[in-house]
């Protein structure tokens, strides 16, 4: 009887459910990668979000990580891209001009 599971209408099995996360834990979600990522010069951040992305403990927090290494990603590219279309076109309406 100790390995009965339990199961709510919907068949969700109680044992396997991780709590609801509160506003402190996405305020500490949010701020400590900040803080983090403030003293250490992102490096800190990182890692730590790397660590929450692969641990299996909390699936919310998790799949929160990955969001935001993604985004952290995205915004990587975007800034790569921008900064090479204005170079170029920095560099060629600077071609023209001697000094």
Excluded: H
Aim: glycine fraction near 8%; charge should be neutral; charged fraction near 10%.
């Amino acid at each position: 009887m100790e390995n009965m599971d339990y199961y709510n209408a919907n068949g969700q099995n109680f044992q396997n459910m991780v709590p609801e996360p509160t506003i402190k834990d996405f305020i500490i979600w949010l701020g400590l990668p900040s803080l983090l990522g403030f003293f250490t010069c992102g490096i800190g951040s990182l890692i730590l979000l790397i660590v929450w992305a692969c641990s299996s403990k909390n699936s919310t927090r998790s799949n929160f990580a990955k969001a935001q290494l993604l985004v952290y990603v995205i915004s990587i590219v975007i800034g790569i891209l921008l900064y090479i279309v204005l170079g170029a076109a920095v560099f060629s309406s600077m071609s023209g001009v001697y000094y």
